[in-house]
Nanobody
Framework: QVRLVESGGGLVQAGGSLRLSCTFSGRTFASKDMGWFRQAPGKEREFVSGISFNAGTTYYADFAKGRFTISRDNDRNTVYLQMNNLNPDDTAVYLC?????????????????WGQGTQVTVSS
């Protein structure tokens, strides 16, 4: 059974940084493409960033480019999201997920396992 656990969220002032972690347990992590999404109250879940199984390819939403960096450590079964220069619009629950097959990284329906999420709150 696959299980994903996010951590690293919290309250930060605008301009600050956070590093999110997502630890995977279950079947082979090293073969899984992974993604980060976020969901703010009253809004749809939106794509933040994705990374291929071997970290050879990364993807970012426009709002994340230049501020966020996704990475992974397959020896630790963990994917990371470094977030810099945060602003209040980044306030949301951040979730990681495993992508299946050749589905589109940006489409949440292409992910089959999800964590519970970690809250990120950015104050102005």
């Amino acid at each position: 059974q696959v299980r994903l656990v996010e951590s690293g969220g919290g309250l930060v002032q605008a301009g600050g940084s956070l590093r999110l972690s997502c630890t995977f347990s279950g079947r082979t992590f090293a073969s899984k493409d992974m993604g980060w999404f976020r969901q703010a109250p009253g809004k749809e879940r939106e794509f933040v960033s994705g990374i291929s199984f071997n970290a050879g390819t990364t993807y970012y939403a426009d709002f994340a480019k230049g501020r966020f960096t996704i990475s992974r450590d397959n020896d630790r079964n963990t994917v990371y999201l470094q977030m810099n220069n945060l602003n209040p619009d980044d306030t949301a629950v951040y979730l990681c997920a495993t992508k299946w097959g050749l589905s589109n990284y940006r489409d949440p329906t292409g992910y089959n396992y999800w964590g519970q999420g970690t809250q990120v709150t950015v104050s102005s």
